[in-house]
């Protein structure tokens, strides 16, 4: 079995900073790819980062430069680093891990960003 736990989110003042925390439990397949999706009130489901066990990332346009993906693999972690957060960047954030081609969900984390 295969779970996700997310860690870090809360409240915080626009242009502040959050680092969110997702540790995975159970058999990931080393060459899987993690990342996180938010999802706001209202609003679609949307990539936020992605980063493939080769250390390759991708970010969503609205994040780029403020936000960076890392993971720990001994850990089987992945971060998130949201720095310079504005009120749009408010949502439940989920985290992800791909093995074996399949995708497996945290139950998210909230972060909510103050104007």
């Known amino acids: 079995q295969v779970q996700l736990v997310e860690s870090g989110g809360g409240l915080v003042q626009a242009g502040g900073s959050l680092r969110l925390s997702c540790a995975a439990s159970?058999?990931?397949?080393?060459?899987?790819?993690m990342g996180w999706h938010r999802q706001a009130p209202g609003k679609r489901r949307e990539l936020v980062a992605n980063?493939?066990?080769?250390?390759?990332?991708e970010y969503a346009d609205s994040v780029k430069g403020r936000f960076t993906i890392s993971r720990d693999n001994a850990k089987n972690t992945v971060y998130l680093q949201m720095n310079s957060l504005k009120p749009e960047d408010t949502a439940v954030y989920y985290c992800?891990?791909?093995?074996?081609?399949?995708?497996?969900w945290g139950q998210g984390t909230q972060v909510t960003v103050s104007s």
């Open positions: 992800y891990v791909i093995s074996r081609g399949f995708f497996y």
């Open positions: 980063i493939t066990n080769g250390a390759n990332t």
């Open positions: 159970g058999y990931i397949f080393g060459d899987g790819a």
